[in-house]
């Protein structure tokens, strides 16, 4: 009797956490909506074609990339990684900053920018075997940075759909930067909202730490220009920082600044920043974006392309 008591009390207490459970995902779903109020959570067919035009539904293949910009030129190509920045979301084909830059320099243009990326997709890349292989020369790699970037290297959680997106970084106990491989089990939990709404607060209390040298980020982007330095000797890193807040999460544009200047001089690393650039302070103060009010609009990139390509001598 007493085997049969527990053994019901037990399973009573799973059904009991089970429920809990999925009423706590529900909330933590509620609540993370809210706090990303800016990405339009209505997946209808017309929400996703605006958002996402190459895809009206979730799956693997969701997030595709924006075509190759070929050109017929003897120039060598340019490599853009980044987030739905660099991407172009909200942007038809010609209005993106891959298609204006390649038509501007004459030069063929990969656009590696996919929604949710940041410095992680950008190394995870860069390590890949078939990367070299579909782009075995360039001469720039142009890196897209958005303040929100250091920010997703703080958090393990499966905030995105696409496989590039769930690589995440760590630095080991001795200091080496590693990719934390996901079994099953950590995948699913790490892909519940419980989860995603933890570390997202977690990464953003890791923001607002203004004495904060943010060694993850700074480490997966060192690694990056390692390995273009190692797979590509003769080509060129570059970042370009996209400033359209006064601060973000804490971090303020002088910080922001300090810190990139710091570890651009350490690693020999071109920097650009688009508040020096000539619609620098209108971007910042809110002008210039695309239709959905969040992303870089084709007018931003039809004046900046130009001022790119001078610095760089494209």
């Given at each position: 009797m007493k085997l049969k008591r527990f053994i019901k009390i037990f399973f009573v207490n799973i059904v009991l956490l089970a429920i809990f459970f999925f009423i706590y995902e529900i909330i933590s779903v509620s609540i993370?909506?809210?706090?990303?109020?800016?990405?339009?959570?209505?997946l209808s067919k017309e929400?996703?074609?605006?958002?996402?035009?190459?895809?009206?539904?979730?799956?693997?293949?969701?997030?595709e990339f924006r075509p190759v910009e070929y050109k017929n030129s003897k120039k060598l190509p340019i490599v853009i990684f980044g987030c739905s920045y660099a991407y172009g979301i909200s942007l038809e084909e010609n209005e993106t900053l891959s298609y204006q830059l390649s038509n501007?320099?004459?030069?063929?243009?990969?656009?590696?920018?996919?929604?949710?990326?940041?410095?992680?997709?950008?190394?995870?890349?860069?390590?890949?075997?078939?990367?070299?292989?579909?782009?075995?020369?360039?001469?720039?790699?142009?890196y897209v940075y958005m303040p929100d970037h250091i920010r997703r290297v703080y958090t393990n959680s499966i905030e995105w759909f696409h496989k590039y997106l769930r690589v995440s970084y760590y630095i080991s106990h001795n200091g080496e930067l590693k990719e934390l491989k996901l079994n099953?089990?950590?995948?699913?939990?790490?892909?519940?909202?419980?989860?995603?709404?933890?570390?997202?607060?977690?990464?953003?209390?890791?923001?607002?730490?203004?004495?904060?040298e943010y060694n993850l980020f700074f480490r997966i982007l060192e690694e990056s220009n390692n390995v273009i330095k190692k797979e590509y000797p003769?080509?060129?890193?570059?970042?370009?920082?996209?400033d359209n807040y006064n601060k973000f999460f804490g971090l303020t544009l002088d910080r922001e600044e300090e810190l990139f200047n710091k570890f651009a001089k350490e690693n020999n690393i071109k920097l650009l920043?688009?508040?020096?650039?000539?619609?620098?302070?209108?971007?910042?103060d809110g002008k210039y974006y695309a239709p959905d009010k969040t992303h870089?609009?084709?007018?931003?990139?039809k004046i900046l392309v130009p001022e790119i390509s001078k610095e760089l001598n494209l």
């Open positions: 993370l909506c809210k706090l990303w109020s800016y990405i339009d959570v209505d929400k996703l074609s605006y958002f996402f035009p190459l895809k009206e539904k979730i799956n693997e293949d969701f997030y501007y320099t004459n030069r063929t243009v990969y656009n590696k920018g996919i929604a949710g990326g940041g410095a992680g997709s950008m190394l995870y890349f860069l390590q890949n075997p078939e990367f070299k292989k579909e782009i075995p020369n360039a001469e720039y790699f142009i099953k089990l950590k995948y699913l939990i790490f892909s519940t909202a419980t989860y995603r709404l933890f570390s997202y607060i977690y990464s953003n209390k890791y923001m607002y730490d203004a004495q904060n003769n080509s060129k890193f570059v970042i370009l920082v996209y920043y688009t508040k020096n650039m000539s619609i620098g302070k209108e971007i910042i870089p609009g084709k007018e931003a990139w």
